[in-house]
């Protein structure tokens, strides 16, 4: 049955006028300026709208034309435009932006999609956004709202925004192409998040196919249970490098998960090698061990309350050398922070691992005898031939080796839950793919990165989710709700 787009719009604009207005509308209601609205878009890529908007305000204070933008140094500007997503890179965005204005458009923001992608910082989904928003001309924008929403409505189904934007243009009626953009933004930060959509109250929960979400806990009026279901949320991320993440809109997306623990595997880095924003972030106590050879491997852990212990290591060397595991015990679980080594090719390293993991194994058994386990990380193997997209050439191969799916096997045998197969069965769920051959365009991928619990611990899960849409590394956030 095909997806009744008008009826949507028509619902959606009378449901998103009491939500948070998208912050580039909300510059274009105060001001009409192209120039502006081209700075604020810039600036709003990765960047949550209530941290564009202060930013926004502080540029303009400093730079109402190209001419005062243009006496402003890189380094004032990041001082400016921080802590937006990239500020370092937008920041040269935005210092060179003013010398191509002048050289290829005569000092004017260009109208057209095909000249605004010449300037920096300005790719398709900035350049529709500005010829709609500041010039009133039909356009797409897809921004990862649009993309997502299309998809779970199977209007279009595509694997990237590009694809999105191409399916649109040939089937969304023209009449929509200008406001769709805000529309489904303030839908999509207000009702049809991207972790535990409300589809509960969704205006449109009598149509929608619901493709590929899996939505929030709602009350149980019979028995009263509230829609806040007194969990926590723990998230689970190999960063692949911090100081690469933080240059990538880390920040942004820390504070967007808003986890109660948030646990790193491969930082990569020292903590004198780390700005003080990070090190000493707000309202979270953080804990470091990284490896001893710099520039590799290491585990560090963001936590809002703060621990009765902390537990650096296994206790051998050769593991705790390289940072690899970080527990943190509280009054009535442990949470173990896990970077799992890599086979190597040709499997060169899989004693090491065959060690490492039992000695993990031994130490989960006995904290466990304890108090409820729960442990994250990188695993570095796929366990079943749904984990990853093409199990048949991967048989001899590093992360999906006999060896390594019968330690999976003996971990799920002595009854310890890989709670996201709790509670997702399908196929195509995946946290990390390689950075060739456009893998993850493409969704060919490994599910390695994991959320494990206790055998008397499998009633306290409440959810668990893999957040393929957060990019800053090749592999994705995992999280778990944890009562």
């Not at 769709?180 to 207000?190: D, E, K």
């Not at 619990?453 to 956030?477: F, K, N, T, Y």
Request: hydrophobic share 40%.
């Amino acid at each position: 049955m095909a997806f009744d787009i008008e009826l949507a719009v028509a619902r959606l604009e009378k449901e998103v006028t009491g939500y948070q207005v998208p912050v580039v509308d909300l510059i274009a209601a105060q001001t009409k300026d192209p120039f502006k609205v081209l700075l604020a878009t810039i600036l709003s890529a990765r960047t949550k709208d209530e941290v564009t908007a202060v930013a926004s305000r502080r540029l303009f204070t400093r730079a109402q034309t190209i001419t005062e933008l243009s006496r402003l140094s890189v380094a004032e500007l990041e001082k400016i435009i921080y802590p937006v997503g990239f500020f370092r890179n937008k920041a040269g965005y935005l210092a060179a932006l003013p010398g191509i204005l002048l050289e290829k458009f005569s000092g004017k923001v260009p109208a057209t999609i095909e000249e605004l992608v010449q300037l920096p910082g300005v790719g398709r989904k900035t350049a529709n956004l500005v010829v709609a928003v500041a010039f009133d001309k039909p356009a797409i924008c897809v921004d990862t709202h649009v993309h997502r929403i299309m998809n779970i409505w199977g209007y279009v189904e595509t694997k990237t925004p590009l694809q999105t934007e191409m399916a649109l243009r040939d089937k969304l009626p023209k009449q929509y192409w200008i406001r769709i953009n805000s529309i489904l933004v303030a839908f999509g930060q207000g009702c049809c998040k991207p972790r535990l959509p409300h589809c509960d109250r969704c205006v449109l929960s009598d149509f929608c196919p619901q493709i590929g979400v899996t939505p929030r806990t709602v009350r149980d009026q019979k028995n009263n249970i509230p829609a806040d279901d007194g969990g926590r949320t723990f998230v689970s991320w190999n960063v692949n490098g911090l100081r690469a993440a933080l240059k990538k809109g880390f920040l942004d997306i820390f504070h967007e998960l808003n986890a109660d623990i948030f646990a790193l595997q491969e930082i990569k880095a020292l903590p004198d090698q780390l700005p003080d924003e990070i090190i000493n972030m707000s309202g979270y106590q953080t804990f470091w061990y990284p490896a001893q050879k710099k520039g590799y491997s290491g585990t560090a852990v963001f936590s809002r309350k703060k621990p009765e212990n902390v537990i650096y290591g296994l206790g051998k060397k050769a593991f705790d050398a390289e940072g690899r595991v970080l527990t943190l015990e509280f009054d009535d679980f442990f949470f173990i922070n896990v970077y799992f080594p890599n086979a190597q090719p040709k499997l060169k390293r899989i004693a090491f691992k065959q060690e490492f993991n039992d000695a993990v194994l031994s130490f989960m058994d006995r904290l466990s005898e304890k108090k409820s386990v729960v442990l994250c990380g990188d695993l570095n193997v796929a366990h079943k031939e749904i984990d990853l997209a093409n199990p048949k050439a991967n048989e001899k191969n590093p992360g999906f080796s006999p060896l390594e799916r019968a330690w999976m096997d003996e971990v799920v045998h002595a009854g310890y839950v890989d709670t996201f197969r709790l509670v997702n069965k399908e196929p195509e769920q995946y946290t990390w793919w390689s950075y060739r051959f456009n893998a993850r365009e493409k969704n060919i991928g490994w599910r390695i990165d994991y959320f494990v619990v206790d055998p008397g611990s499998r009633g306290r899960v409440i959810d668990a989710a893999i957040h393929q849409e957060v990019l800053g590394s090749d592999h994705c956030p995992v999280s778990l709700r944890f009562k």
